[in-house]
């Protein structure tokens, strides 16, 4: 892999390093921050690792993302996934969107090495599956330490949890994107330094539930070697829905949203081409007038 540095002229009459890294798809260029005891260290912040999963790849599995001719700058924050736009305030981009399957990654000084052999940890983010995004975390704490970050957008509600449990739309597409995320990381961290057989899968709440999915799932087989999981399990009462009931709430959508056909691949259809605001405003009706017990309509079904 190529390293090599450049110099970024700011606003302030200063320059800022960054590194420009070569990785699979192509190049990019990141920037340098401070952890709390300043150290310094490399951001990565919106790497993308899937090409957008929008028009004829919306409820589908995601896709790898394609190589790219140019230097990509990522050094904004990644965008949200479709989620409601009240909750920005805890943190991460304004921006929210359907192409929003990115992650982050950060990297020690000292540690930026290719082919280094750094431990990694893969953070997966909370949120009750309808919230949340890699954008809203600091990672000032963890760079006072020896290891690499990465932190990873998923789809999220109905976008990302919607399924009707057969061949044409399976459903849990927000965590075949995590499964992605752990292949891309695999293919990649050793351009950061890091050890591809050192991954410790993370997460709080939502995303600790995720962790353990992926500890029973074929999909993340061999991707990671360890697991975190903070406040929640696949075993907690919110985070699996019973294949029936998800099935239901999925149909009552489609009955509301004008998409209710007889045959999969026409409802399909249908879906792909709704405006993307609707499955904000049908999701919040469907919860308002069908199900008041919780917002996790949407989330993951036993395939």
Same mark, same amino acid.
């Given at each position: 892999?190529?390293?090599?540095?450049?110099?970024?002229?700011?606003?302030? *009459?200063?320059?800022?390093?960054?590194?420009?890294?070569?990785? $699979?798809?192509?190049?990019?260029?990141?920037?340098?921050?401070?952890?709390?005891? #300043?150290?310094?260290?490399?951001?990565?912040?919106?790497?993308?690792?899937?090409?957008?999963?929008?028009?004829? @790849?919306?409820? $589908?599995?995601?896709?790898?993302? &394609?190589?790219?001719?140019?230097? $990509?700058?990522? /050094? +904004?924050?990644?965008?949200?996934?479709?989620?409601?736009?009240?909750?920005?305030?805890?943190? #991460? /981009?304004? *921006?929210?969107?359907?192409?929003?399957?990115? %992650?982050?990654?950060?990297?020690? &000084? &000292?540690?930026?090495?290719?082919?280094?052999?750094?431990?990694?940890?893969?953070?997966?983010? #909370?949120?009750?599956?309808?919230?949340?995004?890699?954008?809203?975390?600091?990672?000032?704490?963890?760079?006072?330490?020896?290891? *690499?970050?990465?932190?990873?957008?998923?789809?999220?509600?109905?976008?990302?949890?919607?399924?009707?449990?057969?061949? =044409?739309?399976?459903?849990?597409?927000? %965590?075949?994107?995590?499964?992605?995320? @752990?292949?891309?990381?695999?293919?990649?961290?050793?351009?950061?330094?890091?050890?591809? +057989?050192? =991954?410790?899968?993370?997460? =709080?709440?939502?995303?600790?539930?995720?962790?353990?999915?992926?500890?029973?799932?074929? %999909?993340? $087989?061999?991707?990671?070697?360890?697991?975190?999981?903070?406040?929640?399990?696949?075993?907690?009462?919110?985070?699996? %829905?019973?294949? #029936?009931?998800?099935?239901?709430?999925?149909?009552?959508?489609?009955?509301?949203?004008?998409?209710?056909?007889?045959?999969?691949?026409?409802? @399909?259809?249908?879906?792909?081409?709704?405006? =993307?605001?609707?499955?904000?405003?049908?999701?919040?009706?469907?919860?308002?007038?069908?199900?008041?017990?919780?917002?996790?309509?949407?989330?993951?079904?036993?395939?």
């Amino acid at each position: 892999m190529n390293v090599g540095l450049c110099v970024l002229f700011s606003t302030l *009459i200063a320059f800022t390093s960054c590194e420009l890294l070569t990785l $699979k798809n192509g190049v990019i260029n990141g920037t340098v921050g401070k952890s709390r005891n #300043g150290r310094p260290f490399q951001q990565f912040n919106s790497i993308p690792y899937a090409e957008p999963p929008v028009r004829e @790849l919306r409820f $589908k599995a995601p896709v790898a993302i &394609n190589p790219w001719p140019d230097v $990509k700058d990522v /050094s +904004n924050l990644p965008p949200r996934c479709i989620q409601p736009p009240t909750f920005i305030t805890l943190g #991460g /981009s304004d *921006i929210i969107q359907e192409d929003c399957l990115y %992650l982050s990654v950060f990297v020690p &000084n &000292n540690l930026f090495k290719p082919s280094g052999k750094t431990p990694v940890i893969v953070y997966i983010h #909370g949120g009750s599956f309808q919230i949340g995004s890699a954008g809203g975390y600091n990672p000032q704490y963890f760079m006072d330490k020896d290891v *690499i970050l990465v932190i990873i957008n998923y789809r999220l509600g109905v976008l990302g949890f919607f399924g009707l449990n057969n061949d =044409v739309i399976s459903g849990n597409y927000g %965590l075949k994107d995590q499964a992605l995320a @752990l292949q891309w990381v695999k293919e990649n961290i050793a351009a950061f330094g890091g050890d591809p +057989n050192r =991954v410790t899968l993370m997460g =709080v709440s939502a995303g600790a539930a995720s962790v353990h999915l992926h500890m029973f799932s074929p %999909l993340s $087989k061999g991707l990671f070697q360890k697991a975190i999981m903070l406040s929640g399990s696949a075993y907690s009462g919110w985070a699996v %829905l019973d294949q #029936g009931f998800g099935e239901a709430i999925s149909t009552a959508f489609l009955v509301i949203s004008g998409c209710f056909r007889n045959d999969s691949i026409q409802v @399909l259809k249908c879906l792909q081409q709704l405006p =993307v605001d609707d499955f904000l405003t049908l999701g919040n009706r469907l919860y308002l007038r069908n199900f008041t017990a919780s917002r996790m309509l949407f989330k993951p079904i036993t395939e």
